[in-house]
């Protein structure tokens, strides 16, 4: 009945046809009847005061409406943007948490800081009006890097975060484990062995091709407020727009997130930007469009990574690991950003264990305030910070005691009896086997041949290596509890209405929405596998607050863990009334009637009645038992999961190095990938792809970079280096499955696993590669300049 | 000032006043509601608004709307003669090769032109053409695989 489109088929895509035909409907493809532009003005400096605005000029030009500033936002009391997940420093004190406005307040601290707004009837009169906004800055003296700005002597760029320091966290908290860090530093001293490395976890700027854009149209008649807006999570929007900033009540406010062009985080959070346009339109009466250009999106999409760490791994005589001491400076930028605090801490610390049995693990961070766009929540966000400095570490601990690098994860690595695991920095683990997901990848890279291959790639003169890594992460940002005791300020449930039609149609309506990750396929795959329904006759809704009932979206790779298992329990709801419907129209008790392949049956019969009459019996109630059971067959549920999942896997990389020219190809690269149950193998490969992509890229090419003042480098696609199809291979992949026991569909979410466990593969790789000429160490990007360095300076003995 | 152009957009004679700086990309867009052209940047780098322009690719971000007088100009609209899927389209959608969707009709556009140029590309020679064209979600892999397949497809059907 599902015609062969249930869970576990390589089905195609069924948003696919829109796209490919040119029908896609992005947020900037909507215009409405009189709509104005907005254009903002930015600052060019990365840290000065505001002296004056002066609008005279612009507001004379032709087609200009408004100028707006930050005193105009100010005078109609609107908020400033939220931070929805708050940290507690070592000392028991929150994290300072300044105000954001999203127009400046006198004062500016990063290069593109939104300062006025000028709306006028076309974008170009907007544009060009922007320039002749005459603002008078005086400049002050700034900072970009995190080391830098916690310097005596710094300059301060929030008065109440002394020494910029936001917060100062430690994980575990001593509140919850007295002896971590104690038993740590006495697991060190007492150490065979202790390994440890300076590490940089490199700025990256997000990326999704579709720039951010937001229309929003307030009408003054109604006082409804519609906001077209670039959004992972429409019903965020909304709470924060409601609670936080415009101080609307929600049913005023429909915020709608039609086809998102991507987003990789970076559409999660809400923007000083869509804020403007909303209080705009509000203000003036009319329809208002702001559309980033990519330069924009540069300065002021949120940024991610940024990390300097220092980490120390202590090892028995057997190479067992008996500690790991991990400290980080986290540079979140000139404000907090949403979930910017989150990030570097409770998305971070609790990964630390990494796949490994160590018992003593200690980790304090610093959020430091620099002079530069805010940090937040990008692909993988937190999880591939911790597994970058874990996989890199433990390579080199096999590297100093000539160990081969299977063989020290083997040594260490959590059993498949051992689950649930409790790891010591809180987290329960659900399952995995990572000795068959490590088989499985070696087997795929034919491990044993690498001699040989290295021995062709010397004899054309290549340097040849191969590293590895094993990641797990943490998916599906949930349950609610856990979350409220870690800081979260929303819950973190999700959201699922199964409408059945009285023809057996079925809508379901969802809070996660998708941007690129194909639940319109998947979640109709569920429901077609679940009901007996055929796909073709299942439409997912999302993105759309006037249509789904509410949700938290999409992120953290949370749609399916989550969101599908809203899904699965709103449909065991359907089938539950609909058992007693049948029982009904077959005259039997509901304990007898059983339901497989879209027919209710009586067991041990042939008396049975299909599912789509049943839907038609429950909206045209003539025989019906009205008494008992309401019509309708609608049903909804919020699933609030009792663990987060855990999904892991095996990343073997090869790499070429030309010593000339310092750069290095890529030529073999292997994921082996435990993500539970799958929906669509076809989807899953295709989210594998993407993030081994960016995750290779962090290693081999991006890198945002501003001046030691702030002035960005790389604001463009001329300087900032996106992996294109010439600089990456294609990849093996392939997947293991120890479902999770902790939602009904054995989920466990496979969006991030690229980004996590790509950039220690190709790093430990490309350190395998050169170690023969005595390079000890090098951070990512590594660029061929990169890498060329590395190579000069151990060649004259640096 | 206005300055008037007559061209062939996807088959159909039209004519328009545009804009002395009015861009390609932006006359498609916003005169003739053809909204499968995208932006995605303001370099001429990532080819989202790649169409033809008198049968090559072009990024129609880097085109004056005032140069397109007398061309003839093919949009990612226009692909798909009769309801039926152009080669390209049909391999993008069996091999998962789009996930946003975003980069997409700029990288069909662009592929088309590479098999009209050579029609059996080795994997090297689709990465190495597709280098104009970036995508954020897919890593390429499934992109280069339906890009040799479309290929075989269409030289069987030339054949």
Redesign the interface.
């Known amino acids: 009945m599902s015609g062969g489109m249930g869970i576990g088929a390589a089905a195609p895509r069924s948003e696919d046809r829109r796209f490919i035909t040119g029908r896609g409907r992005y947020v900037d493809d909507i215009n409405l009847r009189s709509q104005q532009y907005a254009w903002f003005v930015r600052s060019p400096h990365p840290h000065a005061e505001v002296r004056s605005i002066d609008a005279g000029q612009a507001l004379e030009m032709p087609g200009v409406t408004a100028v707006l500033t930050g005193a105009d936002l100010e005078a109609d009391e609107v908020g400033s943007l939220p931070v929805a997940w708050g940290i507690t420093s070592v000392d028991g004190s929150p994290a300072v948490e300044p105000g954001f406005p999203a127009l400046a307040d006198g004062r500016v601290r990063y290069v593109g800081n939104p300062v006025a707004v000028v709306i006028a009837e076309t974008r170009a009169a907007a544009r060009d009006a922007a320039e002749a906004v005459n603002v008078h800055y005086e400049e002050l003296d700034s900072v970009s890097s995190a080391a830098a700005a916690m310097e005596e002597g710094a300059p301060q760029i929030h008065e109440a975060a002394e020494g910029n320091l936001c917060f100062n966290w430690e994980w575990l908290p001593s509140a919850m484990a007295p002896d971590a860090k104690a038993n740590t530093e006495k697991a060190l001293k007492e150490a065979a062995h202790v390994v440890s490395l300076e590490l940089v976890n490199n700025r990256l700027v997000p990326n999704a091709m579709e720039p951010r854009a937001s229309l929003a149209d307030f009408n003054p008649a109604t006082g409804q407020l519609t906001l077209y807006t670039t959004s992972q999570n429409p019903h965020v929007n909304r709470l924060l727009l409601c609670t936080a900033t415009l101080k609307m009540p929600e049913h005023k406010v429909r915020v709608v997130a039609p086809d998102v062009g991507g987003g990789f985080g970076s559409k999660i959070y809400h923007y000083a930007e869509e804020l403007v346009v909303c209080w705009a339109s509000r203000r003036l009466g009319v329809p208002v469009k702001w559309t980033a250009e990519r330069s924009e999106s540069f300065l002021g999409d949120a940024q991610g990574r940024d990390h300097l760490t220092r980490v120390e791994l202590a090892l028995d005589a057997e190479a067992r690991f008996t500690a790991l001491r991990v400290d980080t400076i986290a540079n979140l930028g000139s404000y907090v950003s949403t979930f910017g605090a989150a990030v570097p801490t409770v998305f971070y610390g609790p990964l630390l264990a990494g796949v490994y049995k160590t018992p003593n693990i200690y980790a304090t961070v610093k959020g430091v305030f620099t002079n530069t766009t805010p940090t937040d929540a990008y692909r993988g966000a937190g999880r591939p910070e911790a597994c970058y400095l874990i996989e890199r570490v433990v390579d080199e601990a096999a590297a100093q005691l000539g160990m081969d690098p299977a063989e020290i994860r083997r040594r260490n690595f959590i059993q498949p009896d051992e689950f649930p695991y409790q790891s010591p920095v809180g987290q329960l683990y659900d399952s995995g086997e990572f000795e068959g997901c490590l088989d499985l990848a070696m087997e795929i890279n034919g491990y044993a041949g690498f001699d040989e291959r290295r021995k062709q790639s010397e004899a054309r003169g290549r340097l040849r290596g191969r590293g590895m890594s094993f990641y797990i992460e943490a998916c599906g940002a949930a349950p609610s509890q856990a979350a409220g005791q870690l800081g979260a300020r929303a819950g973190l449930y999700e959201v699922a209405t199964v409408r059945v039609h009285p023809t057996g149609a079925v809508q379901v309506m969802t809070g996660t929405h998708s941007h690129g990750q194909s639940h319109e396929t998947t979640f109709a795959q569920i429901v077609s596998d679940r009901l007996g329904v055929d796909f073709a006759n299942v439409e997912i809704v999302h993105g759309d607050t006037g249509e789904v009932p509410f949700g938290m979206g999409t992120y953290a790779s949370r749609s399916l863990a989550v969101g599908g298992s809203a899904l699965v329990k709103a449909l065991d709801k359907v089938v539950e009334k609909g058992r007693k419907i049948a029982a009904h129209l077959l005259e039997a008790a509901a304990g007898d009637i059983e339901f497989s392949d879209g027919q209710f049956r009586v067991a041990g019969t042939d008396r049975q009645v299909a599912f789509g009459d049943v839907a038609l019996a429950a909206y045209v109630p003539h025989n019906y038992p009205l008494q008992e059971l309401e019509p309708g067959l609608e049903e909804t549920s919020f699933f609030d999961p009792e663990n987060f999942t855990f999904p892991s896997g095996c990343y073997i990389c090869e790499v070429e190095v030309d010593t000339e020219t310092g750069v290095v190809e890529i030529r073999d690269f292997v994921a082996a990938d435990d993500f539970g149950n799958i929906i669509n193998p076809m989807v899953v490969e295709g989210q594998v792809h993407g993030g081994l992509a960016q995750g290779i890229g962090q290693a081999l090419m991006e890198h945002c970079r501003y001046t030691p003042e702030g002035q960005l480098l790389t604001g463009s696609y001329m300087d900032y280096c996106m992996p294109r199809a010439d600089d990456l291979p294609s990849f093996k992949v392939a997947t293991r499955c120890t479902p999770t026991p902790f939602n009904p569909l054995g989920a466990k979410g496979c969006g991030e696993a690229g980004a996590i466990g790509a950039p220690p593969a190709v790093m430990n790789a490309v350190l395998d590669a050169l170690r023969p000429l005595g390079v000890k160490h090098i951070d990512m990007p590594a660029t061929p300049n990169a890498v060329w360095w590395a190579i000069e300076a151990a060649r004259s003995g640096e | 000032m206005d300055v008037q152009v007559s061209f062939t957009l996807n088959g159909k004679m039209v004519s328009a006043a545009a804009g002395s ?1 009015t861009l390609l990309v932006d006359l498609l ?2 005169r003739f509601g ?10 001429s ?2 080819g ?1 608004c790649v169409v033809h322009v008198d049968g090559a690719s072009v990024k129609s971000c880097t085109m004056l709307a005032a140069q397109i007088d007398g061309c003839a100009v093919d ?3 226009g ?2 003669g009769n309801g039926e ?1 152009h080669p390209l ?1 049909q391999a ?3 091999h ?1 090769a ?8 700029g990288m ?1 556009m662009s592929a088309a032109d590479l098999l009209k140029r050579n029609p059996r590309p080795s ?2 020679e ?3 053409w ?16 339906a890009v040799r397949a479309a290929a075989g497809v269409m030289g069987e059907e030339g054949s």
């Open positions: 700086a867009r916003n053809l909204t499968g052209t995208h932006v995605g940047c303001d370099t780098q990532c989202a949009t990612i609209e692909l798909s899927l389209q993008f959608h069996e998962h789009l996930q946003c969707g975003f980069c997409t009709p069909i994997e090297l689709v990465r190495d597709l280098e104009g064209n970036m995508c954020r979600c897919t890593g390429y892999h499934n992109i280069v695989k």
